[in-house]
């Protein structure tokens, strides 16, 4: 209720941020190249719509965490601030997002994002590699607008919180390519992987929305905390989904990361258990009409219960660091229904 | 003698700097991924040296018309300071430059950079997409580090030229590549393209030494127009030397701008001529063995002589402007000395 009700209110003034500041790039000489990063964003082109712009999760999270912390008793007059203010941050972290998820599609030669071809696909990879960056030049743009509201020392701390996600990001990325070629790699190798990939930038989303809340150290830490394991149990959820959820096992089962032979939680611990699964794992590209087989065979050998359990381990951890930073108001509630969306989606 | 004499002392710092920074990736789970960008930085690897790094004149520029802006008379106390001070500027602008040339090579397929592999020849493309993209973000922790030496505002408005100066060179980017595939381009579509591309960051490095040196505006202005036309003039002249330049001619003629079919100012005006050299062009790629002929014919339709005036007329904008600037001291002296020195390079 608290988060449908936030959500119609916020949504559509994120999306009119990110269009004005990507409109930066609207000018005569560089008409085709906004034209490129609409398309990305989901706002022309074919199949435009909400099913293309995504959920904007990010940005939503940057709003709930600043709204949720600036409302706390005794600091009402400063603090207290409507979500708005938090916008320009909230932006930057959608347009990082975006940046990586562009140079992504490129680096794992991805067509389709979203059920739509990918901007490499379209245009090219030089240009596409040139769409990513753009993004994430328009994402620091964005971010020096956030001193226009807040004093300079809280806008230059969001800064250093975002390089620090960016620079988790770049490095999550270095091992999720590299992993690729290792056949080596344990449980273990997984979780510094994931933490910079997917992590980073969810942990720098509540951390700037409580910094900018005004909220004090032990609150922006719990919040942080809160970030990190939203961003773990997602991304092992995620996981999950990409060998148990409907489009890995009915109809596109091409879409399972099984046959794209990509190195999830399920995956190493399937290799680690060393059993009939690794064994055929090793002996090369599984094909598509195994992928039932094989998630069954998965199953049988426990990876899908301890999947499972590692999703709802990373769950806890962040719903008892949520509660510890005692969020604040309707926003505060919605950031609760937010976790419960986020882990019960079933693509 | 000026310019010598603080290059000995402003080069080893610089490099120190940069190193400082590249090495928040030399951590236990990311020691490749910082191996590839000390690579590429010319640190390390085959064919290291000063000969793979570059002569760094982006950094210089920026201590340069810091130190010549800074001990302006009157403002000894407040900002007459080392040049030291301005290193994070310096080492920031410099790791955007090598951000780009990363990507840029990624994107013109380019094999070669100062004569050794380039990063995705080494490693790979989608690992090169991910180098440019941490010498970006490491770009912008440098940044940050500008407000330790100076009060955030100033910090806050070198963040803002810079990152202006990065969606400039986006933009060029976006043109050149682009062009490639454009027939029908006049001369004038030229210089929107190499604003972008070669004179926003060096414009960046003027304004931002300036701004942090505590010039006033319209000394600023002069410092801004003074690298705005420097780039120009360099790009300019690196036209001419991808033509007429010994690598060009002599040797190895497949480095020709007219093999690469370049849209660069001296084939934009030779086909504007349209004369035998437009008509060879339009019939489709040139070879190596042509390149001798093609080149005289260039200079017969006084396409040479128009593009040594064309640098000789930007660069008297530069020296215009930099006296304009009336830049003090040494460093006032070595500036002259660096414009001097860069048009008058053979390679």
New interface residues.
Partial sequence: MSLENLNTRMLPAIEKELKRIVG??D?P??R??HEMLVYHMGWSGEGSGSEATGKRIRPLLVLLTFAASSSMSGKAETDARGWETALPAATCIELIHNFSLV?DD???NSELRRGRPTVWKKWG???A??V???L???A??AL?EI?NAFP??K??KA??II??A??GL??G???D??YEKLNDLAVEDYW?MISGKTAALLSACTQVGATLGGADESTRESYRNFGHYLGLSFQVHDDYLGIWGDSALTGKSTESDLVAGKKTLPTLYGLAKKGVFAKRWAEGPIQSDEVGDLSDQLVMEGVKLFTQEATDQMTDLAIQSLRAAEPQGEAGEALFELVKLLLSRKA
């Fill in positions: 930066r790039l000018e000489n560089t085709h190249f140079h490129i680096q794992d990879m030089p240009q590699v040139n990513g960056d753009a994430f030049i328009l620091h743009i020096l001193q300079l020392e806008a230059q800064g250093a390089n620090e960016c620079l770049s490095c990325q270095f091992m390519i590299s510094p």
